[in-house]
């Protein structure tokens, strides 16, 4: 209701700034109050179950990167091999993959906002799991010859197709109802990987770094709750300190 509101209130401001109405009804709509989103997340045993899970499917390498970097199913569909540096290890975000109408998968050549533009290290298994998937891909092409779709994307069906950002959130939620592990979204996985960061100790600056959040605030209201085994370490500190 909120963003159907946002987006109708916005055609109705153009139309008033073009003197076709004399003021904006949406702005006397009184909305109903927001509930604030409480997002669900694995734990790092439940993400090792769930990697274990898919290891046989084609959807691997999403799984595993939006588990491991807090990748959006955007970037994560839109990371290519050209924007990985394997001599120095980094890798970095910087096109997305989305569906728009009709259109299954439609390249953006930008991400969802400037903090989202982010570049992040590369790690020794990851990096060797990355090269592999690059091997097996290039033998497909060699395989299929023209029948393969050459393109430059990490995640893809053997015959080179890029995934289809629908097909990753259905096939996800398939997957994920035979096994016994708690139902989340492929969203989640990026909630999972910013709650296995905090409970390591790191701070939301960090974090909202980390996973390309544009202000801090965001991150605050997503996993501010997580930090409660911080407060625990802070008032046991305190607690070694003042004289009761």
Wanted: proline fraction near 4%.
């Amino acid at each position: 209701m909120i963003k159907i509101h946002a987006n109708v209130r916005k055609a109705l401001q153009h139309a008033m700034k073009m003197n076709m109405i004399l003021y904006n009804p949406a702005d006397r709509v009184t909305l109903p109050k927001k509930i604030k989103y409480r997002a669900n997340f694995y734990s790092v045993e439940q993400v090792n179950q769930l990697l274990e899970i898919f290891k046989e499917e084609a959807m691997y390498p999403a799984v595993l990167l939006a588990a491991f970097y807090g990748f959006r199913r955007s970037e994560v569909l839109g990371l290519k091999y050209s924007h990985i540096d394997f001599n120095t290890d980094t890798l970095t975000v910087q096109d997305t993959v989305v569906r728009c109408g009709n259109v299954q998968a439609l390249d953006k050549p930008r991400t969802k906002n400037e903090a989202s533009h982010r570049t992040l290290p590369l790690v020794a298994p990851l990096k060797e799991f990355l090269l592999a998937e690059h091997g097996k891909q290039s033998e497909n092409m060699k395989k299929l010859g023209e029948g393969y779709v050459k393109n430059d994307y990490v995640c893809k069906w053997d015959s080179g197709e890029p995934f289809a950002p629908n097909y990753i959130t259905c096939r996800f939620g398939k997957v994920l109802k035979k096994s016994s592990l708690p139902k989340i979204r492929f969203h989640d996985l990026r909630h999972s990987a910013a709650s296995m960061l905090i409970k390591l100790g790191y701070s939301l600056k960090e974090i909202q770094e980390w996973l390309g959040h544009s202000t801090l605030s965001t991150t605050a209201d997503l996993y501010a709750h997580l930090e409660y085994e911080a407060k625990k370490k802070m008032a046991s500190s305190l607690g070694d300190k003042i004289v009761f």
